[in-house]
């Protein structure tokens, strides 16, 4: 597994720090609603976070090494560019 972490940017101290699946290549937060949103290329996931509890929300599966993703400003659908196939 690899780690998620926050870091002070005024101390640099660590905040947060939580596992994710391995090989996160991926992130995207959004303010209104707290979530980040990551993909795992080693993995095949797309994966979202809840960023005030620290805490995974949910995990999908994607086509191969998913490298970035963008997610609607509603939250609902998310496009997932992946790097192995034809999804």
Not at 15 to 41: C, I, Q
Request: proline share 3%; aromatic share 10%; net charge positive.
């Amino acid at each position: 597994l690899s780690s998620l972490s926050t870091l002070s940017t005024i101390t640099g101290r660590l905040l947060n720090s939580s596992s994710v699946p391995k090989g996160p290549t991926f992130l995207s937060r959004d303010s209104r609603t707290n979530l980040a949103y990551f993909t795992s290329a080693d993995s095949n996931i797309f994966e979202s976070f809840d960023m005030e509890n620290f805490s995974m929300i949910r995990s999908y599966r994607t086509g191969l090494r998913p490298i970035s993703a963008s997610v609607n400003r509603l939250g609902r659908i998310a496009y997932i560019s992946n790097n192995g196939d034809s999804t």
